[in-house]
């Protein structure tokens, strides 16, 4: 909603502040930079007020939200940082150029803390690729797009998750999260805190593209969007390698004050940020820019998002040594500007100011308090048809959500960098080595059709089965990043959806004890064609800390006569899971989570991981038991025999087998009668379910017995993604 | 023994290889820039993978012409061991060192999965601690790994035994005849698209790796 000749998108309440506080009419060039950074975009506006009840503090947090990446300490002087970002716009209308910039810029965060980037994540949202062309030419160039970009810088991309709705047909979500690794003593943050340091800008240089990328992002996308092409960026991996390897070096020589990423909003974002936090001002030469078209205006070149770039602050007399890095890499720079103490930011082109505007009042938006409604009560979903089980695990399997992602990850170059133990599909979370002998697990995850019936539940549920995942593998949760999707945060009860999402998250967040380091919050995802908002999308990553070797645990079944428990109890809760989604069925309460539970489950869990009495674990969520026990054979080569008819009281086949209850794990042991005496000494329920054993997958329910083979169950999971995108391969 | 692992703008492997060398096997490597490589006194040499140049133009076709490559070339005619592992394959290619050409992948896909490998010849210094028609596991991650050479060159090459690995009971990657390893003539100079420094402990999915890095240490020309 472009909303005057200025082509600003702020109110006209915005702009009248602006004046009071300026004391006198912006210039074009400083409105186009107010604009730019008072972005809902860059400057989280509607959003602030609400995500600050996450709770963010903790031992072993070092830097939380506020900076380009939140940073763990995990101890012997090395820490991790870790960082989401989308690029659900760009991705929308340019899906290989939107998703290879997201890497791109989500890379960029890592890097300017002075950590060097060790793994990418990716969280995925399209429409039905069944049925829909459109999602699944989305979905292949998205893929093709991380996978280019990330295999070429030589990151891992290293776990993921794709969720299949209508509601994303026209606005795919397109999640990246990057993970790092530092000395603590070689942190940089973002700041430029002494006067007289000088402002490189290195990498690409400025074009017109990505001009008005953050103002873009900041309003619902036009049913002509493709005209909006000049908003997206243009990637260039080979030049971003260059620039970790520079940046990473002029660090390491001690030559770097701070560093900033340029992101959304550009040189005039990056800018103000770095003073803001330093609590200094910048004098910016403008004909110094390196630009790629030789008549840009004072604005375009502000306020253009073109990819590759990077701000660092050199310290006073090492500008010459910086010089010597960057031409070996062959990276280009330029002296841009000079730290002041004068707080301002003054843009300048020979002896003219064309720009100078107070530090503070640039980087501080006016804060909106948007109107939020409660939510209506879920309708009812109707009758559940009798179920024909064995067809329905099949179809499960089968389905594009939990279906085997192999057909993705075997495009992301997941080995380089040889830290990758727990690889893509393996374990319930990506497990990296770590330099001090630890390992990092990580997960991200979301859930759109439970956080849409009950955004309270569904987004603390998210959250916890994030944690629940982490705690699977034989970590202990450290930290999480949230990132709120939704559509238009000046409808009332989006905006009341998303201030329920972040009290379930830090509700949850509190009760477990993990503290958010970061996040990210998107809105306008919505667009002129279906005129529909998507579904309230909290994506969720969750990092862990794993010990020792012996504690890394996978889900696969790992050798015949082992005894298989399962952990939690089963309900009659179908609402939001994917066997109403097969069913075509919607409404109703999702899943309860006990809070209290959940935790003291998660706890349990890797106690008993820790005393090495578990073989294998996995989560039990999407697609329930079946699902869960048919994964853990797939990926084991072998067999189970089990008798449902010990799990609950309920005489239902369908509520033993694909009930998404929470707060529930499936483990081998060779000693189940221990592992039961700890979970009832814990007060957690547990059942002894049956042996690992044979060929085939024998579950004995109340009304009948399934037998399904190995090779069955393995080519509804293993095939089914790539037989729906690639029909003509074998 | 002294191993120069030559790191072109856009190596990624290049870390991973000097680690292994130097901190699993205990050997004396140094990871050198391109620009600086003209010291032909080491005693063997690694190209790592990656994306050198961002495989612009053809994949390894600009670090072909390199002046790493002149050195590269003089330790060669020494018959010094010289590894090309992935991109590294790729430019040894391109620079004329070895036979044949890497074609897209069939699938028209980057493809990163373990594969079993099947040891053709175990007479070069990259696979001598290996049993001829032995297995060995190893990761492959590329988007141009499948071999070509015409029927009359694929002859010969066979001939002279300069197909030094394929695929075992698979192809990934569409490769020609499972071809995923060949030498030069004098079976000195050897390009693989596998990553044997990826398989190089148990907790990285197995360590049959670290055997061609052996190979190099215990070859007697």
Redesign the interface.
Known sequence: MISNALQTTLTAEEMQYARNLLGREPTHLEWAMIDAEWSEHCSYKSSKPIISQLPSTGSRVVLGPGYDSGVIDIGNDYVLTLHIESHNHPSAIDPYGGAATGIGGVVRDILCMGTTPIGFLDSLRFGDIKSSDHSKWLLKNVIRGIADYGNCIGVPTIAGEIEFDECFERNCLVDVVCIGVGRKDELLLAEATNAGDSIYLIGGTTGRDGIHGATFASRTLAADADRERSAVQIPDPFTKKLIIEATLEANRRGLLRGCKDLGGGGLSTGLSEIADKGHTGIDVFLDLIPVREPDMTSTEVMISESQERMLLVAKKGCESALRTIMDQYGVSYARIGEVTSTETIKIKRADETLAALPTQFLANAPIINRKANPPTSPRSFGSIPPPDTRKTILELLASPTIASKEWVYSQYDHEVGIRTIGKPGAADAAILALPNGKFAAVKVDGNSKVCHLDPYIGAASVLAECCRNVTAVGAEPAAFLDHCQFGDPNDPDIFGAFSLTVKGLADFAKTINVPCVGGKVSFYNEDAITNRAIKSTPVITVLGLIEKTEHITTMSFKQQGESIIAVGSTKAEFSGSEYFNLLHLDGGHPPQLHFDLEVRTQRTILELIRKGAVKACHDCSNGGLAVALSEMAIKGEIGAEIDLRHLSSSSRDDELLFSESNSRFILTTETPRAVLQHLTDNHIPGVELGKVTGHELNLVLPNHTIRLDLEVLQDAYCTSLGRILEPWQK | MRIAVVQF?????DR?TV??LSNVLGLDARLI?HRDFEDDSFDAAVLP???S????LRAGAIAAHSVAMRTIRKMADQRKPILGICNGFQILIEAGLLPGALLRNS?L?????WTTLQVENPDTPFTCALEKNSKVRM?I?H?EGRFFADAKSLNSLRDSGQIIMRYSNENPTGTTEEIVSVSNWNRNVVGMMP?P??A?SP???GDDGLKVFKSMMEWTP
């Open positions: 703008p856009g190596s990624n492997c991973d680690h292994v820039w993978g990656g994306f140049f961002g495989d612009h699938c896909r980057f493809v990163c999965k990761p991650a988007n990553h420094e990826r190089s907790l990285l999915g």
